[in-house]
């Protein structure tokens, strides 16, 4: 009977024992750490400027860009379009000429002040902007960084920092953009 009692009270404190410990304390070391990245200090909910989008014909007279070798689509801007309006947002209405052929035009924004881009159309038919069903601002950093535009556009050729560039001097990264790399539009590259 007493070693009954024995296990009994040796199997209870050991369950003691295991509860405690589960729902043990956690030290300062174990806590998760907070955020590192860099903070955007503006304000969150920035007021923007009424856009309305540009006439079609707007989507003309293209500035072509390089932002690596990792792909073989290539990247327009229009150069009429391209503005950095009093909010701060750099507009424009970007083309981009898949290997295979296909042609996308869009208007759309990047706010540098936030790391943003936003789609506000597409030109379909080449006749008429249909605007995007979900136009909202989103972080210029999701998506594939191999061949997003946006971010080359973000890096040195619209922003300066978290400032906009003027579009003569964004232009002109534009046009230098292809130095960096042997050959030509027209001879192809290496």
């Given at each position: 009977?007493?070693?009954?009692?024995?296990?009994?009270?040796?199997?209870?404190?050991?369950?003691?024992?295991?509860?405690?410990?589960?729902?043990?304390?956690?030290?300062?070391?174990?806590?998760?750490?907070?955020?590192?990245?860099?903070?955007?200090?503006?304000?969150?909910?920035?007021k923007?400027?009424?856009?309305?989008?540009?006439?079609?014909?707007?989507?003309?007279?293209?500035?072509?860009?390089?932002?690596g070798?990792?792909t073989?689509?290539?990247?327009?801007?229009?150069?009429?379009?391209?503005?950095?309006?009093p909010?701060?947002?750099?507009?424009?209405?970007s083309?981009?000429?898949?290997?295979?052929?296909?042609e996308?035009?869009?208007?759309?924004?990047?706010?540098?002040?936030?790391?943003?881009?936003?789609?506000?159309?597409?030109?379909?038919?080449?006749?008429?902007?249909?605007?995007?069903?979900?136009?909202?601002?989103?972080?210029?950093?999701?998506?594939?960084?191999?061949?997003?535009?946006?971010?080359?556009?973000?890096?040195?050729?619209?922003?300066?920092?978290?400032?906009?560039?003027?579009?003569?001097?964004?232009?002109?990264?534009?046009?230098?953009?292809?130095?960096?790399?042997?050959?030509?539009?027209?001879?192809?590259?290496?």
């Amino acid at each position: 009977m007493n070693s009954r009692l024995l296990i009994r009270c040796f199997s209870g404190a050991c369950l003691l024992l295991a509860s405690a410990l589960s729902h043990a304390q956690i030290t300062d070391w174990q806590k998760p750490e907070p955020f590192r990245g860099v903070e955007k200090s503006g304000p969150k909910d920035l007021k923007e400027d009424d856009f309305l989008l540009p006439d079609v014909a707007v989507a003309s007279n293209w500035v072509e860009f390089h932002i690596g070798s990792e792909t073989r689509n290539r990247y327009f801007v229009a150069r009429d379009s391209l503005s950095v309006g009093p909010d701060g947002v750099t507009r424009f209405v970007s083309r981009v000429l898949t290997a295979g052929g296909a042609e996308n035009i869009s208007v759309e924004a990047i706010r540098c002040e936030t790391g943003e881009k936003r789609l506000y159309a597409n030109l379909r038919n080449g006749r008429e902007w249909v605007r995007a069903r979900d136009s909202g601002w989103k972080s210029v950093f999701t998506g594939n960084r191999l061949n997003d535009y946006r971010q080359g556009l973000y890096f040195g050729l619209l922003c300066a920092g978290d400032q906009p560039m003027a579009p003569a001097d964004s232009l002109a990264s534009m046009a230098a953009s292809f130095k960096a790399r042997a050959g030509s539009p027209l001879t192809g590259y290496r």
